[in-house]
């Protein structure tokens, strides 16, 4: 056996149940994690402490501890490999794109170029952009309330914050009839979105969800969050999925 190989727990990834949303990158402080091609890899045996700070993030269950031959930890080459961490791969990247050195793909740094155009300032901005389609305020989910008439018969929106900033159209596509919440499923607590959202949908009669974020597969930690609420709620609330591309397109939509 090679001296830097030895018996030791390891974190093991299941490729079949991955499905790459990168929420286990930034909890393993190490970089052991990467997600390459859509899925989670262990980048290398050295890299792992075993320690298992992964598990519990993954919605997938893939991610667990198994005890097997494998290379010593090495805190020397966690040092290393963080200095020239490999960029991650993004559906819609650009030549010339640099990931920040977390690794998550949601942090992929891009530069879009816009329509053409001159640049307005907010008194040059023409008359006719519309009018405001929001019905509530605050917005933000961890300050509106759990009960009322805001949501009753409500449509919902639950949103990525990014999600308006990126859709041109957000106001007519998105919010139009519907009651707002946002959240971000990237630097936000997960678990107190999706337990907040289940009091809301448990004590109201909310009609349906729509629930909107980034292409990036961490932002899809708030579909996992309303599809949770729904389900521990014990209500039957129809939820529409709907997946924004970062030029500021629609991608899909789905029912969920």
Request: aromatic share 2%; net charge negative.
């Amino acid at each position: 056996m090679n001296a830097t190989m030895k018996e030791r727990e390891i974190v093991r990834i299941d490729p079949d149940k991955c499905n790459g949303c990168g929420l286990c990158v930034p909890k393993c402080a190490e970089g052991a994690i990467r997600i390459i091609d859509g899925k989670a890899y262990l980048a290398a045996d050295n890299l792992c402490d075993g320690l298992g700070a992964c598990l519990g993030t993954c919605p997938k269950d893939a991610i667990t501890i198994e005890r097997r031959s494998a290379e010593a930890f090495d805190a020397e080459a966690v040092h290393h490999a963080a200095a020239k961490a490999a960029p991650v791969k993004m559906p819609h990247a650009r030549p010339g794109d640099k990931p920040l050195p977390c690794g998550c793909p949601g942090s992929a740094m891009r530069q879009l170029k816009p329509a053409a155009g001159t640049a307005k300032t907010p008194a040059d901005a023409p008359a006719d952009i519309g009018q405001s389609r929001l019905e509530n305020f605050p917005v933000q989910l961890a300050l509106l309330p759990e009960q009322g008439e805001i949501w009753q018969d409500a449509d919902v929106l639950v949103a990525a914050d990014c999600v308006a900033f990126a859709l041109p159209a957000f106001h007519e596509q998105l919010l139009a009839g519907k009651k707002l919440a946002i959240a971000c499923p990237k630097l936000d607590d997960a678990g107190e979105h999706a337990d907040k959202l289940t009091r809301i949908f448990a004590a109201n009669s909310v009609a349906s969800v729509t629930v909107a974020h980034m292409e990036v597969p961490c932002c899809s930690g708030i579909v996992r969050a309303v599809e949770q609420a729904v389900a521990a709620s014990g209500k039957k609330i129809p939820v529409i999925d709907v997946t924004i591309a970062i030029d500021g397109h629609i991608l899909r939509i789905q029912n969920r």
